[in-house]
């Protein structure tokens, strides 16, 4: 409790103003309560955290009871913390978290972006990503092909421009979301859309000429203009597996313990 207490009140020399700052948006007073207390819980990773009292949490963020509970309430929602009967607030363990949450994802991309998280959006992309391409191949009209195909072309012509070769490869595996025709698959793509950015920022510390990852979008993309099923999926898994060895060599360059935060 006292590291707790001394990340609040000796690292934000303003909570209340530091931790408005953080995902959850809107003008209620419960918002700055909402993100400080999500913050420690997301920093601390798989180590459960038991909160200070009531008292101490108003005089740390300047806000009544009422509006500390109310943050407690919202937390509790997203399933970041317990409220135990005479126990206090306790954050839960990580995997009761709602991940698919935008502000739980944004405070994990924010500051638990570790080996766990990105190995978990990894694993994601493997299972969700061949197959919503699988579906695309099978069932994309001319409209949506036109729209990879041009994405593709981007990707080529911004090749040695980091920033626009990923808002283009980002793009074309958006176009082939959206071609799938699920609207549920499409959905659950958009809400980790925030993570699989994280990722692609986490290969540009190994890819350092994106020449190297055209070809396998190319495959790509041709086994989609041709309604190849099969191949389309195939040509996803090689991808998305490329991505999650570059983010592991990532994480071990970095720190040489892939257990560190990535920013």
Known sequence: ??????????????PKKEAAKRPVRGDKLFVPVVNGLARQIVQAGPERITFPAEPELCRIFGVSRTVL???????????????????GVKSRDRASWNHLDP?????????????????????????????AAALTAGRGDEATIARIKDCYSRMEENVHDT??????????HSEIIAGCGNDILNRIVQLIGTALRIGRNVTIQVRSDWANDLPLHGAL???????????????????????????????????????????
């Open 69 to 87: 509970r109310e943050a407690v309430k919202v937390l509790e929602a997203k399933g970041l913390v317990e409220v135990g009967h005479g126990q």
């Open 1 to 14: 409790m006292d590291s707790l207490l001394e990340s609040f009140d000796k690292g934000h020399q303003d």
């Open 103 to 131: 502000d739980v994802l944004n405070w994990l991309c924010e500051f638990g972006a570790d080996e766990v998280f990105l190995r978990n959006m990894s694993e994601v992309r493997e299972i969700l990503e061949p197959a």
């Open 163 to 172: 920033e626009a070769y990923i808002q283009a490869d980002m793009a074309l």
């Open 221 to 263: 993309v041709e086994a989609i203009g041709r309604h190849d099923p099969e191949a389309a999926r195939a040509a996803t898994i090689v991808i998305t597996r490329s991505a999650a060895t570059d983010i592991q060599t990532a994480l071990e360059i970095r720190s040489g313990s892939s257990s560190e935060p990535v920013p």
